[in-house]
DNA sequence: GGCAGAATAT
DNA sequence: CATATTCTGC
């Protein structure tokens, strides 16, 4: 009896080590679930499965119970995300899983694909959208206090904005500091509502989207301007509905940003930083050997493809975000509220621009995202290998 | 003169 | 490094 215990008990820890293991296992795969949805499901199931099966020792249905709680956290997270992904279509959605892009979707490249490389891309790769994940996650400036702002303000009050400079915008009112957003004055909103202020899209410290107030030390310096997440966002949205880094001019994404006090030179500065960051990684590696078949994953015993890859090209060719966040239910790339000028001028322009750009730039290898119109795709510059655009039903 | 883009400057 | 500012050409 003593023997048939102790084995028992063994047995039970076996078990309990196994599901660790598989719970961690779970944790792993978690974070491919946006674009693995099925292989948690298959984990979560095979879980299930595992406890189900005989035992029902004490200890065992304590483990039971203890999993079902955290599948419920999972179940909840999931739940979570679709909602906020399906309710903020608008645009953000966009960007807001632009660091989860960049490791196997082909995110929404602006003029340059630079995706493909995802069998490496896995886990480095961090080159590109190292910046990007930065911009994201930088905490919004502080209140006021810090640094000598205020100060030099104060000395150099000179205050002879006879110009006005840019916009009228709010003026002063240092202290409002927050709470403004309200921005009722302004470029109207015209038509569409856009990105209603703050989304609640995470952690926006109540920073409003135009970074900050700006005093009226003209003939100062500017305060810098800090790209907050929600500012950036706008930015990218910006981006996506002029067709991409690469054609959307600053003025033109000032104007759809609809962010007050938010100057032409600022977004001009940012625009540049973004297609820097965005060119380089292109020319790396474009793709080896198979890499540009759609990387399966093994779940269980059943290989999965990423939905990513059923990506799909926008009308106009363009970001076509979509990044298709948990799969199935990824929502299709807002389209451009006012599609009026997208259209010809945009197209004209990409047309050019790839000219341009595979003429005296041989050595990058630009891609081609023309799909949508049927226009060229330029079989990739010299990158080694054929290309052969292996796109799945477009 | 405005604007966009690149080149510098901070 | 992220912005700002200046320089250039259109």
């Avoid at 940003?257 to 030179?265: F, S, Y």
């Avoid at 966040?325 to 259209?343: D, E, L, W």
């Avoid at 004209?348 to 341009?356: A, D, M, S």
Wanted: charged content about 25%; aromatic content about 6%.
């Amino acid at each position: 009896m003593q023997f048939f215990a102790e084995k028992m008990h063994h047995q039970k820890m076996e078990f309990c080590d196994y599901i660790e293991a598989l719970e961690e296992e779970r944790k792993k795969i978690q974070v491919f679930n946006k674009e693995l949805p099925l292989s948690l499901e298959l984990v979560t199931q095979g879980f299930l499965f595992f406890v189900c099966v005989e035992f029902d020792d004490s200890a065992i249905i304590a483990c039971k119970q203890q999993l079902s709680g955290t599948m419920a956290e999972y179940n909840l997270n999931d739940q979570l995300e679709c909602s906020e992904q399906t309710s903020t279509e608008e645009g953000p959605v966009f960007e807001e899983f632009m660091p989860i892009k960049k490791r196997s979707s082909p995110d929404y490249d602006d003029g340059d694909d630079d995706e493909e490389q995802h069998s490496h891309k896995i886990l480095k790769d961090s080159t590109k959208s190292d910046w990007l994940r930065s911009v994201q996650l930088w905490n919004p400036d502080p209140p006021s206090t810090n640094e000598d702002v205020p100060r030099k303000a104060s000395i150099e009050v000179v205050k002879r904005n006879g110009g006005g400079a840019f916009q009228p915008f709010q003026r002063d009112e240092i202290t409002n500091g927050k709470a403004n957003n309200a921005s009722s004055n302004d470029k109207a909103p015209s038509s569409s509502p856009q990105i209603p202020a703050t989304s609640s899209t995470g952690p926006v410290t109540g920073e409003n989207v135009d970074g900050s107030s700006k005093n009226e030390d003209q003939g100062q310096k500017k305060k810098r301007r800090s790209w907050s997440q929600e500012l950036h966002k706008r930015f990218l949205h910006a981006l996506q509905q002029l067709g991409g880094a690469e054609l959307a001019t600053p003025k033109q994404i000032r104007d759809l940003m609809k962010v007050d006090g938010l100057t032409n030179d600022e977004v001009k500065s940012h625009l540049q930083k973004f297609r820097l960051h965005h060119r380089r990684p292109n020319s790396i590696i474009r793709n080896n050997a198979n890499s540009q078949a759609a990387p399966l994953f093994l779940v269980g015993n059943i290989f999965v493809q990423p939905p990513e890859y059923a990506a799909v090209a926008t009308s106009s060719g363009e970001l076509t975000t979509d990044t298709a966040p948990t799969g199935i239910y990824a929502p299709v790339a807002s389209h451009p509220p006012a599609s009026t000028h997208t259209s010809e001028a945009s197209i004209k322009k990409l047309q050019v621009k790839q000219l341009e750009l595979s003429e005296h730039s041989n050595s990058e290898g630009r891609a081609n995202h023309g799909e949508g119109a049927g226009n060229s795709n330029s079989p990739d510059s010299s990158s080694s290998t054929h290309t052969t655009t292996t796109s799945p039903g477009y």
